[in-house]
Structure formats: C-alpha cells, structure tokens
C-alpha cells in the first residue's frame, strides 16, 4: 500500500493534488500500513472510533488567501506529531461520522501520498512568514 505512494515535495504539488480532489485529507501517523491495522481512537474516552481520523486539505468558502498558504497552514497544524514518530500521508476515503474534534472519520482509504521533509520546511516557512501562526483565538482586552 504505501511502497506504491509518490512522494509530495512542494506545497504547489500538494495544491494541485488537493485541487483534482485525489486526496482531500491529510493524516499523520506512521503509515497506511499500521493504520489498516487499527482504527482510530478517542484518546480521551478510550473509545474507537467507527473511521480513520484526518484533516480536509480543501479551504472553506470563506478563504479567499491562495491555497498554498491554507495547505501551509493544515501541514502545520500537527506537525509535533513528528516527535511521535508519525509521517504526514494524503489521502481519500469516504466519510462516515466527525470525530471527538470534529474532524473527518473516513472508511475505504485509498493513500496517495508521502509528504517530503522538503515540503514541511516550506509550510513552516509560509506559515510563519505569510500568516499570523499561533496567533490566540481570544485576547484579554
């Protein structure tokens, strides 16, 4: 399953993938392999979820920056997933509930592809130089 995925080296390619709709979701764990395994978990209930967790790589209506900067943002939103050993992989899949988050759970996983280490620097790049990254939600006034 994974020996067959292409590996994704710039945030453009990442955009024209996410473009074509061949993968609109982004996960990071430690493959496609170990995931078929098991299905995802609610960490904090211990309960399993009826699907395997990720994230839409497709902006809402409401963005109207390019792409580029949204799929920066999406990569780098868990990226200290990293220091536990997982990869980030795109991929599709049919959705069937919202996970504890509110995130996608999907059924039938079809992997696409690897993200390149190459790629995370540039998301870590844009996000911080194009976005306001880390900014607080809600501020004491």
């Excluded at 609109?24 to 392999?33: C, K």
């Excluded at 609610?42 to 902006?59: F, Q, T, V, Y």
């Excluded at 995130?103 to 190459?118: G, Q």
């Amino acid at each position: 399953m994974a020996a067959d995925m292409v590996t994704v080296r710039t945030l453009a390619e990442l955009a024209e993938i996410t473009r074509s709709g061949r993968a609109p979701y982004l996960r990071y764990s430690p493959g496609p392999a170990s995931d078929a395994r098991h299905s995802s978990t609610d960490h904090e209930s211990g309960l399993a979820l009826p699907g395997l967790s990720a994230n839409p790589l497709a902006p809402p209506a409401w963005w109207t920056l390019p792409l580029e900067d949204w799929l920066a943002r999406r990569v780098c939103q868990y990226l200290h997933e990293l220091d536990e050993g997982a990869r980030p992989w795109v991929l599709s899949g049919r959705q069937v509930d919202v996970g504890p988050d509110n995130e996608p759970l999907l059924v039938d996983i079809r992997p696409v592809a690897w993200l390149d280490p190459e790629l995370l620097d540039e998301a870590r790049a844009r996000y911080t130089e194009r976005l306001n990254a880390g900014a607080a939600t809600h501020r004491d006034r």
